[in-house]
């Protein structure tokens, strides 16, 4: 999943219940899933007990250029605590795109159909049996 998400130019954040005891710096799953998440660039931002017995598992992971701010756990949802965070993203300004376009309502199709059949690509359709369609275009 990992090697997926690095791969994304974009703010990436996962938040999920790891069933690891991330808090354990001995534990050697949790010593592995760090070393995971470090060698792609990613932050584990939770850092307090997130299940009624302690230990942390619900866990909320960034790409290591995500500021995760104001951070805190909220009351306890069935044996999970809440985390709540904020996430300062910034949405890019829209560039207004001028654009003009035909007013098709006002198309004749009888005159668009006789220019048509006047045209080259009608009247001499054998003579450009070998053109290529880049040509015709």
């Not at 354990?24 to 990613?42: P, Y």
Request: charged share 25%.
């Amino acid at each position: 999943m990992f090697e997926q998400l690095v791969s994304y130019r974009c703010p990436v954040v996962v938040c999920r219940d790891c069933n690891v005891h991330y808090d354990l710096r001995d534990d050697g799953n949790a010593v592995r899933f760090t070393e995971l998440l470090q060698s792609f660039g990613f932050v584990q931002h939770v850092t307090e007990p997130t299940h009624v017995h302690g230990h942390t598992f619900d866990l909320v992971i960034t790409n290591s250029e995500t500021d995760v701010l104001s951070l805190r756990l909220g009351d306890t949802i069935s044996d999970h605590a809440l985390i709540c965070f904020v996430l300062p993203l910034k949405k890019l300004p829209v560039k207004a795109q001028w654009v003009n376009s035909r007013a098709w309502r006002r198309l004749s199709r009888d005159a668009f159909a006789s220019d048509l059949e006047k045209s080259e690509l009608c009247a001499y359709l054998y003579a450009l049996a070998d053109t290529s369609v880049d040509d015709l275009l």
